[in-house]
Each structure stands twice: as C-alpha cells, then as structure tokens.
T-cell receptor
C-alpha cells in the first residue's frame, strides 16, 4: 500500500530535549515536505526537499532541522524544543510535473506537546 | 503574493441539505487547486483536485468543485450532507514546485 509513515503519533516532551520525528514514504517520490497545523492557521510549510541532499526552508523553519540522506526518509529534528512548537505535524510526499505539485500524500500526523 | 482564503471558518448544515464551502485564491498564474478533508484525529485525505482540465471537478464521497477563473474561486459543494461529512476541510493550491499553500480551514458541522 502506498503510504507515508510518521512516528511517533503522539509525543510529550520537555523544553530543550532534542527530538526527532521520522517520516518514510514507499512511493519513490522525489519531493517531501513537513507542515505544522495550528488552529485558525491551516497548514504551514516548515521545510521541503526536492530530492536526496536537496532541502530548503519553507514558511516557518525557525527551530527545526531536516535531512534527506535517502530518498524514502525525511526526518524532522527539533534540537531544542520550546512550548511554541506544540503543534500537529504532517509529513507529505509527492511527485511533480509541468503544473507543479500533483497533490500530496500525507502521513497520519504527529501531535507534539512541549511542556 | 499567493494566498488562499476560506471564507467561512465554520459551516453548519442539516443532514440531507446542500453543502457549500467557499475558497478564493490569489495567484499570478493558473494554479493547481485541491480540497482536503480531515476527520477528527485523522490525517489529511484528498477530496479532489483541479489541474487545468475540466473546470468542474468531481471528487470522492459525492463532493465536487468548480474552478472559476474570473472569480478566482474554487468552491466545494455536495448536494446532500451526511453525518459522516462532519470534518474540517482545507482548500489548497500549488504554489509552484515547492509547496502547497493552504487556507485556514472550514469546520463543517452536520446536524440530524
């Protein structure tokens, strides 16, 4: 089954304790991205990757890092989490074409709480 | 600047009545447009997408949307709401090759 797998689904952590949210896709997509969802703001892009070793900032990159060492994996790293990073996070992958992105496949989400 | 505006943060309908969720976009070129649905504690599911083919797009679960370039709109409709349609709906458009730009979401409530 074609899917994007995120782990963990739920995470409660303390301020300053480094954490990683993993994301893996099995569709051989070049493009992967991380979003955060906050009430009243919709989804905002954190980082994206056009292919292996190619990453770039989205709209809200502060406090986050990513890496793309393999095509299938795109982990999100919070080196020193803060309470304002409490949010629902989604990983997504897609292929692109002449008209841009042809619709993402989203993971199930990771609900992160930083206390 | 490219943006998406969902005109209603909450919509409430009775079961069996039509649903209209409104979305306007701002873009300097012809966009690809999408509607996603998110049920409580679930991920995002693609309902339908417009990619410059037919302007009336049919999606899953009886939803459809019409692309109107003159009005820069892409409203989502369904003739008859079901209780299972209660969810949050997001309009999005492809902002070039690097991201989808999302609206703030519309929460649909369906009453018996």
């Amino acid at each position: 089954e074609a899917q994007v797998t995120q782990n963990p689904r739920y995470l409660i952590t303390v301020t300053g304790k480094k954490l990683t949210v993993t994301c893996s896709q099995n569709m051989n997509h070049e493009y992967m991205s991380w979003y955060r969802q906050d009430p009243g703001l919709g989804l905002r892009q954190i980082y994206y990757s056009m292919n292996v070793e190619v990453t770039d900032k989205g709209d809200v990159p502060e406090g986050y890092k990513v890496s793309r060492k393999e095509k299938r994996n795109f982990p999100l790293i919070l080196e020193s989490p803060s309470p304002n990073q409490t949010s629902l996070y989604f990983c997504a992958s897609s292929f692109s074409g002449d008209l841009g992105i042809y619709g993402y496949t989203f993971g199930s989400g990771t609900r992160l709480t930083v206390v | 600047a490219q943006s998406v505006t969902q005109l209603d943060s909450h919509v409430s309908v009775s079961e069996g009545t039509p649903v209209l969720l409104r979305c306007n976009y701002s873009s300097s070129y012809s966009p690809s447009l999408f509607w996603y649905v998110q049920h409580p504690n679930k991920g995002l599911q693609l309902l339908l997408k417009y990619t410059s083919a037919a302007t009336l797009v049919k999606g899953i679960n009886g939803f459809e949307a019409e692309f109107k370039k003159s009005e820069t709109s892409f409203h989502l409709t369904k003739p008859s709401a079901h209780m299972s349609d209660a969810a949050e709906y997001f309009c999005a458009f492809s902002g070039g090759y690097n991201k989808l730009i999302f609206g703030a979401g519309t929460r649909l409530a369906v009453h018996p």
